[in-house]
């Protein structure tokens, strides 16, 4: 027996049935759902982190109470997130 017989596998896999969902398929799935969570919910992260910071110097330069509301309401948001 040469090495290329004995590195081919001796057990071939059943067919798989197409009402069932394999392990497989469900490993893609759960890749692509963190994926998805990664490519949206990281940006919006930073994004708010940096608006939180403008909102707050701008409220700290001009006094407005507008941007301290709006500074808790998306620093709400962000500690929600992160």
Same mark, same amino acid.
């Given at each position: 027996m040469s090495w290329r017989e004995a590195a081919q596998p001796t057990v071939t896999p059943e067919p798989a049935d197409?009402?069932?969902?394999? *392990?497989?398929? $469900? /490993?893609?799935?759960?890749?692509? #759902?963190?994926?998805?969570?990664?490519?949206?919910?990281?940006?919006? *992260?930073?994004? $708010? /982190?940096?608006?939180?910071?403008? #909102?707050?110097?701008?409220?700290?330069?001009s006094g407005k109470p507008e941007y301290l509301r709006l500074t808790r309401f998306f620093g709400a948001q962000w500690r929600w997130r992160a």
């Open positions: 197409p009402g069932k969902m394999m *392990t497989l398929d $469900l /490993a893609r799935w759960q890749f692509a #759902l963190t994926s998805i969570n990664h490519f949206f919910f990281v940006p919006v *992260t930073i994004g $708010l /982190a940096f608006l939180t910071a403008w #909102l707050q110097t701008a409220w700290y330069r």
